[in-house]
């Protein structure tokens, strides 16, 4: 059972991570597009949808070369027990990818609001 909190909590410590992640990125993404497409507010969000997709996109290809170079060449992770220090059960890998899951998310919620505005 101890696992099992140690697991959620680990996983909700990510998607937070990843939340502020994504939306300090999507700020300054809608900031310029905002201000760059001539001050409007749909063409601010298109920039921001764009740019976390491809975030999300280049993070998540990056998530599958680690995943595939894992057997032939080890990687060295030297700053473990400071990792474990902050997740007890998950590795940086899991991490990443619950990352790219709430970039996602935050580009799914600013396509939301990008099709509710244009009605």
């Known amino acids: 059972m101890e696992k099992a909190k140690d697991l959620l909590r680990d996983g909700g ?13 999507g700020a300054v993404l809608f900031l310029a597009g905002f201000l760059i497409k001539g001050l409007a507010v749909a063409s601010g969000l298109e920039v921001m949808k764009d740019g976390l997709l491809l975030v999300a996109a280049l993070a998540m290809f990056v998530i599958a070369g680690m995943l595939l170079v894992k057997g032939k060449n080890p990687e060295k992770f030297s700053k473990k027990s400071g990792w474990k220090e902050h997740f007890r059960i998950m590795g940086y890998k ?3 990818g619950i990352i790219c899951i709430a970039v996602l998310l935050a580009a799914s919620a600013a396509d939301y609001l990008l099709l509710h505005i244009g009605q």
Request: aromatic share 6%; glycine share 6%; charged share 5%.
């Open 13 to 25: 410590k990510a998607l937070v991570i990843g939340l502020l992640f994504s939306a300090a990125l």
């Open 94 to 96: 899991s991490v990443l």
